[in-house]
């Protein structure tokens, strides 16, 4: 009777460990499916839209290609380069541009597009075109060095030589000019003063034969014009060999000037009265020792 009895007890608590405990295919078919739903997550991960996965890649050229280019033709020292520029960039912006192209540094340069170009406008702002051509002038560091130093050996040189002789306006040759005394036109002097180059010819001088003779600087050409009633010759400054000068005794604040076409003195071009202020910016100029504008 106590084992009858005992039976239904026996039972509930079979169904209770059954319920608490289920079979162990019941509890490994429960993990296979929760790692199945786990690695079909993971994969659906994977597999998402690849182009929200990778990362964006840019051509290099899309800033370029939104960017309006313009057509120059740039001209230094008898090389032409080709060049399409934007638009929008500074005068600064392309002197840069040039210097990659020439080695010329951007301090050295001289950029003429209908006139000195400003270094703070945009190509747009100062009208440039497609087909503009753009004018620069200035010589590297070395071949300032190279080009310089035999220059300034020989001015030396002739300025010792010119200690040994009596000065320039006594001899012969001078006074014939100057002693047909100041020229009423002459531009005025201002002593003890240097001054840049004027932007007009300066005008008002003699030369040897007694004639008017004006001096034109064009810088955006590299070149010397020596202009007279008769003609004007146009030189390159580079085949000036030297300029020499002598205060005009009596008159200091105005000097007698020659430039050295040649080799020898016999090629010297000589221009009387050239005001005072204007004579270490003509030596220069010429002999290629750049102002800086």
């Known amino acids: 009777m106590a084992a009858a009895s005992a039976s239904p007890d026996s039972g509930d608590t079979s169904m209770d460990a059954e319920t608490e405990n289920p079979p162990l ?89 209908k006139g000195l170009l ?40 002739v300025k010792s030589e010119e200690t040994k002789k009596e000065p320039l306006c006594r001899q012969k040759q001078h006074r014939k000019v100057l002693d047909k005394g100041k020229p009423e036109d002459v531009m005025p002097s201002i002593k003890g003063v240097q001054e840049r180059l004027p932007t007009i010819p300066l005008s008002g001088m003699y030369n040897k034969s007694g004639g008017k003779v004006r001096l034109t600087f064009k810088l955006e050409q590299d070149q010397l014009w020596i202009g007279t009633k008769e003609r004007t010759e146009k030189l390159p400054m580079g085949s000036i060999k030297n300029v020499v000068s002598e205060p005009i005794e009596g008159h200091e604040d105005y000097h007698m000037m020659a430039f050295q076409l040649g080799p020898t003195e016999a090629s010297y071009y000589w221009v009387y009265w050239v005001p005072t202020q204007y004579v270490d910016a003509i030596k220069d100029t010429v002999l290629g020792k750049w102002q800086f504008f």
């Open 118 to 157: 400003p270094e703070d406008k945009t190509l747009r702002e100062i009208k440039v075109i497609n087909g503009a051509k753009i004018m620069v002038v200035g010589s590297t560091i070395n071949d300032v060095l190279a080009v310089n130093t035999p220059k300034d050996a020989a001015q030396q040189e």
């Open 25 to 113: 295919d019941c509890r490994e078919e429960s993990k296979n499916d929760s790692f199945s739903a786990e690695k079909h997550l993971n994969i659906d991960d994977s597999q998402s839209d690849p182009l929200d996965s990778q990362p964006s890649v840019s051509n290099g050229g899309d800033s370029e290609m939104e960017k309006e280019l313009v057509e120059l033709k740039v001209i230094w020292n008898k090389n032409k380069y080709d060049l399409k520029f934007p638009l929008d960039s500074t005068g600064a912006d392309l002197k840069q541009k040039i210097h990659s192209l020439t080695g010329l540094p951007p301090a050295m340069q001289k950029v003429m597009f």
